[in-house]
Nanobody, 126 residues
Framework: QLQFVESGGGLVQPGGSLTLSCAHP????????IGWFRQAPGKEREFVAS????????NYADSLKGRFTISRDNGKSTMYLQMNNLRFEETAAYYC???????????????????WGQGTQVTVSS
């Protein structure tokens, strides 16, 4: 199965920022809601953020408190996750994903998504 290609992960100090990108030339984002998840070692994959297909409605995990921003560029078939003021506990592999139905909102359930990225590691450490 096709996987989105992610980039932008790496090592960052607490309080630092990173921007993740996600795209695949054969996977369109047109009319699909998209989302980001993360998974720390030994933990379940957890929802980070989502944005609808019209680029008008976003949802975030409560813990993010406005520090993260999800966005999309349909012309480039690319989605982004801007992360500011990163914390130690946010060290994880971050995954992008596309909703499994056009014109349909998505939420925190992984089964609402079909195509996923391969994951990019974000390590927050001093």
């Amino acid at each position: 199965q096709l996987q989105f290609v992610e980039s932008g992960g790496g090592l960052v100090q607490p309080g630092g920022s990173l921007t993740l990108s996600c795209a695949h030339p054969a996977l369109t984002l047109d009319y699909y809601a998209i989302g980001w998840f993360r998974q720390a070692p030994g933990k379940e994959r957890e929802f980070v953020a989502s944005i609808d297909w019209r680029d008008s409605s976003t949802n975030y995990a409560d813990s993010l408190k406005g520090r993260f921003t999800i966005s999309r560029d349909n012309g480039k078939s690319t989605m982004y996750l801007q992360m500011n003021n990163l914390r130690f506990e946010e060290t994880a592999a971050y995954y992008c994903a596309r909703g499994n139905r056009r014109f349909t909102p998505v939420g925190p359930a992984v089964n609402e998504y079909d195509y996923w990225g391969q994951g990019t590691q974000v390590t927050v450490s001093s």
